[in-house]
């Protein structure tokens, strides 16, 4: 690939340099969230002091993706213990969400789609664990924005104006539209409500959000609006530190979030990918580019026939990392011919046991879009610490409701759900629905073997995210880019039929991909069989950020992604 029409691409295209510093980083999907952390890492605090004030700062400056109304994961490496945990932070389906009550499916817009938010519960978790500031003075960026107010950006602008329940509600429109009028870009966002709940998280902790009045005005606009959201379900509501999942890519180690999310996609398209000589083909050739879309297509196959709860479903999550089962699969990729009707693998034979038969393992039949939008950020600190969160109220601006007083913008996760009572991932009360958000961690080897921090990611993107995450880790360690040319180069996104996260499922496969690729990639891909779509230059999807570390001199190097309004600031 040709870079030397960019200013800054010595392999790859980057028309920003990465941000280089060495006391720490912080990137995220808006400036003034970004700015948040780093006056936390400047004051002396850690990176999960810095990672509250950033996941509370989403929500006055990026509402479109954020909210503490929503769910997520946050990974959580602290260098002196060499430790690499998950808390995860996803609300489970209300006790009264069944599937009868939706007989016209689960709607976009409203409270009918909310689930239990979880993300509170995951941040002041890891806060009370790891935190080394307290919480008011982690929150305290936050709150000013919520009072000050947030100028909003053009593209801002533009994508309120196209969620009409965002003026319509009446909880909503004095926020998004004050005075019935849709915020311009320049004018000043204030969500003073939102400042108050703030406060009432910083002095009651969880409590006041799970227990206390947060939850009872809540449950109260549930009542009133004929949502299913109820006090009992906040209120029984737990935070699950998990073990992460990893395996060994070309000897690294990278780590993700276990079941209930869609970390081990990753995983699997890495592991088959190793299978490959990557120098044989070389960065963004159209054979590199057909080896991991075909390993993507296999990894979605095993997920959409797998993975829901582990609570509920038995998830043969040692098989699906398994590396012989990873070769097997990978010998059904054929570099010359894109793959139609992909199946699931078999698992179950590379693993000691069985399937526990007191949970389901096994959707019904065999694997024969809706946007979505999160947001991601990374932390590093001056100690080597280092987290990797997503969060999300699930599509943009999740239900474009706001619960009463409380300033919360609520999720509409319940959209996951799927109402076919034949899938693995169909919709019970008081289960966690399957979800996408995937923080990813790679490290020199084994943290507990003393491996170093190389490399934290992430995206929002829902189906996409394990897509693009794979372009980035392979573009860094497999081909040497720097983060900045991984993120700002072409990226390819594949839609498979019969598998996604939300119905309807695609009806047929496409691979969109931009055309800064080139028009002879795409012709050559367009020849092994992949039906090709979107080919704008700038339409790929997510919105990454990274930061890589060199081990050697502990220098960082951090960067964002220009289809979106992320930052990246080091120290």
């Avoid at 890492?41 to 810095?50: E, F, K, M, W, Y």
């Avoid at 935190?131 to 008011?136: E, I, N, P, V």
């Amino acid at each position: 690939m040709d870079s030397t029409n960019t200013p800054h691409g010595l392999i790859g295209e980057a028309y920003r340099p990465p941000k280089i510093g060495s006391k720490g980083a912080v990137v995220a999907n808006h400036t003034l969230a970004t700015q948040a952390g780093m006056r936390i890492l400047h004051r002396g605090g850690n990176a999960v002091d810095a990672a509250i004030a950033v996941a509370f700062a989403l929500g006055p400056a990026e509402p479109q993706g954020s909210s503490i109304g929503g769910d997520g994961f946050v990974m959580v490496h602290m260098a002196a213990n060499a430790t690499v945990e998950v808390v995860n932070g996803t609300g489970a389906a209300p006790l009264a969400a069944t599937a009868d009550k939706y007989p016209d499916g689960i709607p976009q817009n409203g409270i009918m789609g909310t689930s239990v938010p979880g993300i509170v519960d995951a941040l002041l978790s890891a806060h009370e664990k790891y935190g080394t500031m307290t919480l008011a003075q982690c929150l305290e960026p936050a709150i000013e924005l919520c009072e000050d107010g947030v100028p909003v950006s053009a593209f801002q602008s533009r994508i309120m104006a196209q969620n009409s329940v965002l003026r319509s509600s009446s909880t909503s429109g004095p926020v998004f539209a004050p005075g019935g009028n849709w915020l311009k870009p320049g004018e000043i966002r204030r969500n003073p409500d939102l400042a108050r709940t703030y406060r009432q998280i910083a002095d009651q902790g969880r409590d006041a959000f799970y227990e206390g009045d947060i939850a009872r005005e809540i449950a109260r606009y549930s009542e009133e609006t004929d949502g299913l959201l109820t006090y009992e379900d906040l209120k029984r509501h737990t935070v699950e530190w998990q073990e992460p999942i990893s395996i060994n890519y070309r000897g690294r180690t990278v780590y993700e979030a276990a079941p209930n999310t869609s970390g081990h996609v990753l995983l699997e398209e890495l592991g088959m990918y190793e299978q490959f000589d990557p120098e044989q083909y070389g960065y963004m050739m159209p054979e590199s580019i057909q080896l991991m879309v075909e390993a993507k297509k296999l990894a979605f196959a095993d997920r959409e026939a797998y993975v829901a709860d582990p609570r509920y479903v038995d998830v043969p999550i040692e098989g699906l990392l398994n590396s012989e089962y990873l070769a097997e699969r990978a010998k059904l990729i054929d570099i010359e011919q894109a793959a139609e009707n992909v199946l699931e693998g078999d698992p179950w034979a590379f693993m000691d046991r069985s399937p526990d038969s007191s949970k389901k393992h096994r959707r019904g039949g065999r694997v024969h879009a809706a946007g979505n939008d999160t947001t991601h950020f990374c932390v590093i600190d001056r100690w080597g610490n280092s987290v990797g969160e997503l969060q999300s109220i699930q599509t943009m601006f999740g239900s474009r409701v706001i619960a009463g007083s409380t300033g919360i913008l609520l999720n509409n996760r319940m959209t996951y759900w799927h109402l076919d009572p034949n899938h693995i991932d169909f919709l019970n009360p008081g289960q966690r629905v399957r979800h996408t958000m995937n923080p990813v961690m790679v490290f020199s080897k084994p943290v507990e073997d003393g491996g170093h921090l190389e490399l934290v990611c992430g995206t929002p993107g829902g189906d996409t995210q394990v897509q693009t995450n794979l372009q980035i880790v392979t573009s860094v360690f497999d081909f040497g880019l720097s983060v900045a040319e991984a993120i700002d180069g072409p990226r390819w996104t594949h839609n498979q039929t019969n598998t996604g996260s939300m119905c309807p499922y695609p009806s047929s496969d496409s691979l969109d991909i931009e055309g800064r690729a080139g028009d002879e990639t795409i012709y050559d891909l367009k020849k092994r069989g992949q039906m090709i779509g979107n080919t704008d230059a700038w339409a790929g999807a997510g919105s990454e950020g990274a930061i890589q570390v060199d081990i050697d001199n502990g220098t960082l190097f951090a960067a964002s992604d220009p289809r979106r309004e992320g930052d990246a600031q080091v120290w």
